[in-house]
């Protein structure tokens, strides 16, 4: 491809709405556009890494035996009502009528899709197991969209869908998604850890996500120091073991505490650590209103929250509605005289303090020397915080650390919580009627494209990874208007041409400077400068990662390129 032809709309300076790098410089270096808060064009230099992401992702998804499809975008509201998701997937689902006035959704996800098709399709166990999957754009209304392609309103992903007439039949699908997932980040060059996931508004319950590690990434990763265990932070269980504060019992006391409204500063006010306090929280689980008490060191964990209810939505109360039941705003709550209207139920570590303090459920006052059972009943107690550094490893290896992650991968063992809604069935070899059981699996492609970037960049620009780079090779000649220059890039670039090695070749009529910039920017893992000596017949070879450069006759080119790409 010959630069002059193409649109590759390079920027010197950083765009003043992009915070991270990936944004950043996916701007500068002519790959993306903003057509809309959370909506980008790709341009020819993006659309070509997309394509290499995507050509990767097909051949593991083949490898893996599944068959690739496309399904509509546009989808009748009627097939998300039948699994309920029509109502609780929240307003990230985009939704319109028709001029009918008939409701539709834009694609988020394809589980409905898929499932009514299959329920029509597939009738006898034989048919069983099928993997589909499909790579489209889908859409979700995001509230915030930020960091360019990392969090956008529309995005490309592959999804996949597995049905399967057992769960130790599933169980193999989702190992050999697994595996190809693991193939498929690998070949792109990234430093990635799958780790224990929810699922969400997906369903289901076993479930990993694939995270690059990156500082920018919106997940929080919790890992074990001395072992493989790694999770995302909302699902890590705690297994630390408590021992019963051994301290005699003081006298329960109400003491005021003015303007002290943060868990901070009640305990600096009370002076004691943040460990001698409680904290209590009002959420709305499935509309029940539940009063949840942690130590005031440790932080509630809503997924925690959700699951031990089974429940559909869980969300804080407002806090008109807490003072409503309560009597009380935030900062005053506590477990002591709740309605008994009200659940009461507690993490773990609750259970073994003494003498801490806690809300009055009054305005500005706190209880001290509160202690559980003489002061308060709990109805429940369970693992309702989050995993902590230092804290120990579930797997029981080690200690836990943080690390940042973006997601980019997603597996889903769903069972039967679609094929039971949708009556998907399939007559066994019986002839007997059963349900199927599913799993689901995506990979958002066009935040591949940016994790990938997050990872490989300089001061200078971008530095591709060889797989995934829009080009392998990078032609410039300095000086086109000199015809010994011109002729011998023309000469290399129908000799990489033919050997069918891509290859941009700069030819515009600019400056050395700007092409040297701009190709540093882009990132095409090798570079060919033809200058000075191409009288000589000699060019100046150079890679992007390490600057190695070192002068090349021109015979020598082909066999050097080759080598470098493992031909």
Same mark, same amino acid.
């Given at each position: 491809m010959k630069?002059? =032809?193409?649109?590759? %709309?390079?920027?010197?300076?950083? %765009?003043? !709405?992009? !915070?991270?790098?990936?944004?950043?410089?996916?701007?500068r270096a002519g790959f993306i556009r903003q057509t809309a808060s959370g909506v980008y064009s790709f341009l &020819?230099?993006?659309?070509?890494? +997309?394509?290499? #992401?995507? $050509?990767? #992702?097909? $051949?593991e998804m083949d490898n893996a035996g599944a068959n690739e499809m496309l399904m509509p975008a546009?989808? %009748?509201? @009627?097939?998300w009502m039948e699994t309920g998701r029509w109502n609780t997937f929240g307003p990230e689902l985009m939704r319109l009528h028709d001029r009918h006035n008939r409701e539709f959704a834009l694609g988020a996800t394809h589980e409905e899709v898929i499932t009514s098709l299959i329920r029509d399709e597939v009738k006898s166990y034989k048919k069983l197991p099928l993997m589909l999957y499909q790579i489209q754009t889908k859409f979700r209304d995001e509230k915030r969209p930020r960091f360019g392609l990392l969090r956008g309103r529309e995005f490309i992903m592959k999804d996949a869908y597995s049905f399967h007439d057992s769960y130790e039949s599933l169980d193999t699908g989702y190992k050999k998604m697994y595996q190809a997932y693991t193939k498929i980040f690998k070949r792109c060059g990234l430093n990635f850890r799958a780790v224990i996931a929810d699922s969400g508004a997906m369903g289901g319950k076993d479930t990993h996500e694939f995270m690059v590690l990156s500082e920018v990434g919106e997940d929080t990763i919790a890992y074990s120091d001395t072992s493989d265990y790694a999770a995302n932070i909302e699902m890590a269980p705690v297994?630390?073991?408590?021992?019963? @504060?051994? @301290? &005699?019992?003081?006298? +329960?006391?109400?003491?005021?505490? %003015?303007?002290?409204?943060?868990? =901070? $500063?009640v305990a600096d006010y009370l002076n004691h650590s943040l460990s001698k306090g409680l904290k209590a929280l009002m959420f709305k689980v499935d509309e029940q209103l539940v009063l949840v008490v942690t130590r005031g060191d440790h932080e509630v964990n809503d997924i925690k929250l959700k699951n031990l209810y089974d429940a559909s939505v869980v969300e804080l109360a407002t806090e008109e509605e807490t003072r409503t039941v309560i009597g009380a705003g935030f900062g005053s709550l506590g477990p002591i005289g709740v309605n008994e209207e009200i659940e009461v139920v507690a993490d773990h570590a609750v259970e073994f303090v003494a003498n801490v303090s806690c809300g009055a459920n009054d305005n500005g006052y706190h209880y001290v020397n509160v202690n559980p059972e003489r002061d308060f009943k709990i109805s429940k107690y369970a693992d309702l915080r989050f995993i902590q550094e230092g804290d120990s490893s579930p797997d029981g290896n080690g200690t836990i650390l943080f690390a940042k992650g973006i997601e980019v991968g997603? #597996?889903?063992?769903?069972? !039967?919580?679609?094929a039971d809604k949708m009556g998907a069935k399939y007559l066994d070899d019986n002839g007997k009627a059963k349900t199927m059981v599913m799993g689901s699996y995506g990979i958002g492609v066009s935040r591949t494209l940016a994790a990938i970037v997050e990872q490989y960049h300089d001061e200078n620009g971008i530095t591709w990874p060889s797989d995934v780079a829009p080009f392998q090779v990078h032609l410039l000649a300095i000086n086109s208007k000199k015809e010994e220059q011109r002729l011998l890039a023309d000469d290399i670039y129908q000799t990489l041409k033919s050997a069918g090695i891509e290859v941009l070749y700069d030819d515009r009529k600019e400056r050395a400077g700007v092409k040297f910039t701009d190709s540093d920017l882009i990132g095409i893992p090798y570079r060919i400068t033809v200058g000075k000596r191409a009288e000589e017949g000699y060019v100046e070879f150079k890679t992007r990662v390490g600057g190695e450069q070192s002068d090349l006759h021109q015979s020598d080119i082909l066999e050097k390129v080759n080598k470098l790409l493992g031909k």
């Open positions: 630069q002059s =032809q193409t649109l590759i %709309p390079t920027l010197r300076e950083i %765009p003043t !709405d992009a !915070d991270i790098k990936s944004h950043q410089l996916l701007l &020819p230099l993006g659309k070509r890494v +997309l394509r290499k #992401v995507e $050509e990767i #992702v097909r $051949e546009l989808q %009748p509201s @009627e097939l297994v630390s073991t408590y021992t019963k @504060e051994n @301290e &005699p019992l003081k006298e +329960l006391e109400k003491i005021a505490t %003015p303007n002290q409204k943060t868990m =901070q $500063e997603h #597996v889903f063992k769903l069972g !039967d919580f679609y």
